[in-house]
């Protein structure tokens, strides 16, 4: 099980993100654009992901990700239990979350400087 201070810990790296705390939740963004968010009792943890792939992936693993809200269906948003998720796939959400976010540039740059 995944912490929000574990997502904390990963988004605080990547370049251009803020923590805000909006209306009692933890969100992490680029911008004005959201990529992480957390319910208010930080059970769940919402995340960018393309909505082309938001049926497949909730199909494969429906005990861990689950649809967004109704009113956010129209955004590119997926959301998952955080006690399902291991380190590193909250990592790989996160981090495939910012991408959607940010320059190709920014992206490539934090790529290189990764090894």
Excluded: N
């Excluded at 370049?15 to 654009?33: A, M, N, Q, W, Y």
């Excluded at 590119?76 to 959607?100: F, G, P, S, T």
């Amino acid at each position: 099980m995944v912490t929000v201070e574990d997502v904390r810990r990963v988004a605080l790296t990547l370049p251009r993100t803020s923590e805000h705390l909006i209306r009692d939740r933890v969100k992490f963004r680029v911008g004005r654009i959201v990529y992480v968010a957390f319910s208010r009792d930080e059970t769940t943890m919402g995340f960018g992901f393309p909505k082309q792939e938001r049926a497949a992936l909730i199909a494969a693993e429906p005990e861990k990700f689950f649809p967004p809200s109704r009113a956010d269906e129209r955004y590119h948003w997926v959301q998952a239990w955080m006690a399902a998720l291991d380190e590193d796939e909250m990592r790989e959400l996160v981090i495939d979350a910012w991408r959607m976010c940010v320059p190709k540039r920014v992206a490539a740059e934090w790529e290189a400087r990764q090894g």
